[in-house]
Structures are given as C-alpha cells and as structure tokens.
C-alpha cells in the first residue's frame, strides 16, 4: 500500500520495498538544470508526487549501446545490472529515501546519504546492489542520489566560466544541491538534518572528499565514509579548471560547434561521440571527466586544503578492498586521511581493510565488491553467498549505522574498533578471518597491484 506524507515542498507518494516496515520514495526530483547550468532546487511541486519508480538516470557512455552485447562490460553488467532496466536522461536530477514506515517528524533518525561511483561517467543511485538498503531495519534513513556524468557534469569553458562566474563541477554541485535537498526535507521522512553522514564508493568518494573539503558544506553533514579512494594522493587530486579548456574546446571543434549555443544543442549522442573520440585522439589516460578547483566550491587542491585543515571536522570511516585497483595508495589514502584527524587535533576517524574473497569466481575482494555487504542487498547478488556473507553483511551494516548514529562505529556483540592515532595504527580486518584490529601487508597489496589486473570498466 502506498503511503503519503507531507513534505516542505508538498506531498510525496511512496511504496513497499523488500524490508518490512520500511516504505522507499523513489524519483524525487531534487532540482533542474538546463545543459551545463548550475542547479535550481525544487522547493514546491503542485499535487501529490508520485515516487513509487525510479527517475531517469543521466546519460553515460552505457546509454548508446547493448551492455550484454560487449564483452568488456561483461564483469560489471553482470553483477550490477544484468536484468535491469534503465532510462537515461539530460533530465535526471533524482534521490531516492527509504525509511521506516512509521517515522515522522518527531522521529530524528540519523540519515546516510550516499553518492554513487563509477568513474564520475557512469552508474546511477538505484543499481541492484543499491536497491534498498538494510539500514532503515536499523533504525537509519538511507538516501542515494543520481547526478550529471561526464560531458553533462564536467566540461570546463571559458564560456562558461564568464556566464556564471566559474565553470565545471556541474555534478558536484549536483550533489551539493541534494544535500541541501535532504537537509532541508528529511525530517519529513523521519530523518535528523541535524545527523546525515555522507557516503561514498570509488568516484563517489571523490565527491565525499570534495564536500567535506568545501566551504560551502558547513553545517550539512556530521560524519563522512569514503571507501576506495577517500584520502589525499597527487593521483587523485584536482586540478584548475582552467587546465581542461583546451581538452573541452577540442571536443567542441570536433562536434562541428562553432560557439557555446551551439554545443549547448548538439544532440546528446553526437556530443558524447565527440567526447570520447577526443579522448582517444588524445590518449587521455587519466580521467577527462572530474572535478576541478573552480574557486567557489572546490577552492583549491586537496592537498593543499587538507594541510591547511579545511576538511570538516567531524569523524571518518575509510577503507578499501584487497583486490582493489591500485589497492596499496587507496589503502595508504584512506589510513592517512585517518591519522591526519588525529595528528590536527580532530574527532576519532576509523579505518578499515576488506578482504572477503567473494564467492563465485576468483577476483577476490574487487573495486565495488564491498558494496553488496555495506547495504545488506545480498539477496539481489547472483553469487552463492554463504553464511559467513551474511555474517559479514550484518556486522558491517551494524558498525555503519552505530556510526551514522554516533560517530562511534562500535557496539554490542561487534569487535571493537579503534580510530587510527600516533601509536594506534592497526585497522579493522573485514573479511575472510573473524573481523578483528589486524595490520595489512603493503608488499602483498603492491604484488597484487603488479600482477593481477583489477576488474573494471
């Protein structure tokens, strides 16, 4: 049975989902854009809103072509998507909410919201492994987001920049505006605005890294988790948005568009052909699309910015996965933004290592594999998992939603888990050994890096 719920901005129409007791809102319009404009949120809507389905996902490289037709796509098709459906759109500015059925305004229940990877070109805030998490069984509001890829997120132009002042970002912003979406809206859904933990895998721990970085976050979120690629290292870092002009105007040259107006109209498939032949042409080895130092929201370098201690303070979870790509620097990453609390005098931050050999195949604990135990959403895997998964699964949602709640991963019947300090800096084994505060061995990771390719697109 639908249920219906006022909200600041009018009435919301939600559905059942696989939990009991839990009622999901899918396809919440957050905001619009129009092609390479900043967000305006939504703040009314006429009638009730309808959010029993998804909303259109943003058009991605996957959005021109048969996923289960190309081979090299095969690994991740079939882990997060085969079977699955998905519109794509310029128009795809949508977050999801599930929440125990019986909350309400009163019920200030923490939130978690969480920011998709892939690459910042692909994926979207409701794949398998993202439909429906276990949290609000637990007591947590969840919440994932869609936002702009690629070309639609982050081409740079001197244009632009002289049109509104900056240029590129167009989905970091995104993700800004959902924030302060849910910060402002949550407490209809039961949640605390005063208590969202931002979350976010591989790309969307990019993000993470660049919202709790920013200015203009103060006062939106009270915890972070970053897995696969939280952390401060030169190859992951941000550079002027000046320095992807050329690339961008290069793209532009090669799609026939003589001037912005035109770019802006290109037909959406010509516009990503254009794009990726330039990276080929190019041989862009490094990521075309990613956020840059804009001067407003991202200011400056991570690094710079981490030194300088800008980054929010408030507690971190930061971790990684055995098989992971480049598994010894996301490693070292995550622990290092760890110590880095500590040693400026910040609240505790928690590291954690991921090593459960999924079963199935032999990849081991693959980039995203981790995923599927975060959220509690094994039974939509197509692996045979055991008993101990679903062990794993329940320990790992416990510590991530003792943590939402607190700031404190621990609790009840859990091992207990100690932030990284001077003199502490063992992290939290999850995986194939009963979880347990162990060390990681840096020349196995950097042998794993050496000779066995990790999974990906």
């Known amino acids: 049975m639908n249920k219906t719920i006022q909200t600041p901005c009018g009435p919301v129409a939600g559905t059942t989902c696989q939990w009991p007791g839990v ?76 929440t125990r059925s019986d909350a309400g305004p009163d019920s200030r229940l923490p939130v978690i919201f969480y920011i998709h990877g892939g690459g910042f070109t692909g994926g979207c805030g409701h794949e398998k492994h993202f439909d429906g998490p276990v949290w609000p069984t637990k007591g947590v509001v969840a919440v994932t987001i869609n936002y702009r890829l690629g070309p639609m997120g982050f081409v740079c132009l001197p244009e632009l920049a002289e049109e509104s002042g900056h240029t590129g970002n167009y989905a970091i912003y995104d993700q800004l505006t959902a924030l302060q979406w849910v910060h402002d809206n949550i407490s209809a859904f039961g949640g605390d605005p005063a208590n969202i933990t931002l979350m976010g895998q ?38 002027p948005a000046a320095d992807s002009y050329p690339f961008w105007q290069a793209v532009m040259e090669r799609a026939g568009c003589a001037d912005l107006a035109a770019f802006r109209a290109l037909p959406v498939g010509e516009l990503f052909s254009a794009w990726q032949a330039e990276q080929k042409a190019q041989k862009v080895a490094g990521m075309s699309c990613a956020p840059c130092v804009d001067g407003n ?47 400026q005098g910040r609240q505790p931050s928690y590291a954690w290592f991921f090593d459960r050999q999924l079963p199935g195949d032999d ?17 939509h895997c197509w692996r045979p998992m ?5 062990q794993l699964s329940g320990e790992m949602a416990d510590y991530l939603t003792n943590f939402a709640r607190s700031g404190n991963p621990n609790g009840e019947g859990l091992a207990e888990w100690l932030p990284v300090q001077k003199g502490q800096s063992k992290v939290l084994r999850l995986g194939q050994a009963a979880t347990h505060m162990g060390g990681v061995n840096m020349a196995k990771l950097t042998h794993t890096m050496m000779t066995k390719p990790s999974v990906g697109e």
């Open 363 to 379: 990849c081991g604990a693959w980039h995203s594999s981790d995923l599927w135990y975060w959220f509690g959403t094994l039974d």
């Open 297 to 343: 929201l991202i200011p400056c370098t991570n690094a710079e910015g981490a030194k300088a201690g800008n980054a929010l303070n408030i507690p971190y979870l930061m971790g990684s996965n055995s098989e992971d790509i480049v598994p010894p620097i996301v490693f070292q990453m995550a622990k290092g933004w760890c110590r880095l609390q500590a040693d």
């Open 386 to 390: 055991t008993d101990r998964d679903r």
């Open 202 to 239: 591989s790309a969307g721990a990019m993000s993470v890294q660049q919202l709790v970085l920013s200015p203009l976050t103060k006062g939106l979120a009270a915890k972070a988790v970053m897995s696969s690629a939280g952390g401060v290292n030169k190859m992951f870092d941000v550079r």
């Open 23 to 98: 009622t999901a809102y899918k396809g919440i319009r957050y905001a619009t854009a129009g092609r390479w404009e900043y967000p305006t949120p939504v703040t009314h809507w006429e009638g009730t809103y309808d959010a029993t389905r998804y909303g259109a996902c943003s058009f991605q490289p996957r959005a021109f072509y048969d996923e289960a037709q190309m081979p090299e796509k095969a690994f991740y098709y079939n882990e997060f998507r085969k079977g699955e459906h998905y519109d794509y759109s310029e128009d795809c500015l949508f977050l999801n909410i599930w």
